[in-house]
């Protein structure tokens, strides 16, 4: 939290980062995106490590927002849908630890939040198969290398994103077009 009382942090990995990064960016309510890492055992760990799946972090997401303009829910509500909970330690074709499907509650208000959100999903049968996401305290994040930050942005052009980040981002449009930042004309 910071001293704007409207002001929070959700710490989730969903994946990659440049995927998931990509889509929480364009959430009206959204005020900043870091890409890093959390739940390990390593201080300050790198991407070289992190890679490893030996360090316990996963690649995730520090999200500020405005309580006033989007809530904890919401955000779970896009986490959910744009990623495989299902899948342990695994996002499509990353494999490993670091790609865990994880929330890093802040609070004990957050963990609650998350587990009735669980709770509803399971009880819908919203996935054929279990959810496997992990709740954890917020420890520590990390952010990540520079080169990390806003990747898909500044490198659009570049094959992964092309091939994987766009189309995850094309879905998120579509699927969530009311709740995405007004574009300036």
């Known amino acids: 939290m910071d001293n704007n009382n409207n002001t929070s942090i959700a710490t989730l990995g969903n994946g990659c980062f ?3 990064e990509a889509i929480f960016q364009n959430l009206e309510g959204v005020i900043k995106v870091v890409s890093g890492y959390s739940g390990g055992q390593v201080e300050n760990p ?3 490590q992190v890679c490893t799946g030996t360090t316990g972090h996963a690649e995730c997401l520090e999200i500020t927002y405005d309580t006033s303009k989007i809530s904890f829910e919401e955000l779970l509500e ?3 849908k744009t990623h ?3 899948t ?3 996002q499509g074709n990353d494999i490993g630890t670091q790609y865990r499907s994880v929330i890093f509650y802040q609070n004990p ?3 609650e939040i998350a587990q009735k959100y669980i709770h509803q999903l399971t009880k819908n049968k919203t996935f054929s198969s279990p959810i496997v996401t992990t709740l954890e305290p917020f420890v520590k994040f990390y952010p990540a290398e520079d080169y990390h930050q806003n990747y898909f942005n500044e490198n659009s052009e570049q094959s992964y994103c092309h091939y994987v980040v766009w189309p995850k981002v094309e ?3 579509k699927m969530f077009s009311g709740k995405l930042k007004k574009k300036a004309s």
């Open 18 to 20: 440049w995927c998931t």
């Open 109 to 111: 208000e957050q963990k």
């Open 88 to 90: 342990l330690n695994r």
């Open 46 to 48: 790198t991407y070289k």
């Open 78 to 80: 896009v986490f959910w």
């Open 84 to 86: 495989d909970p299902t």
């Open 171 to 173: 879905k998120f449009e």
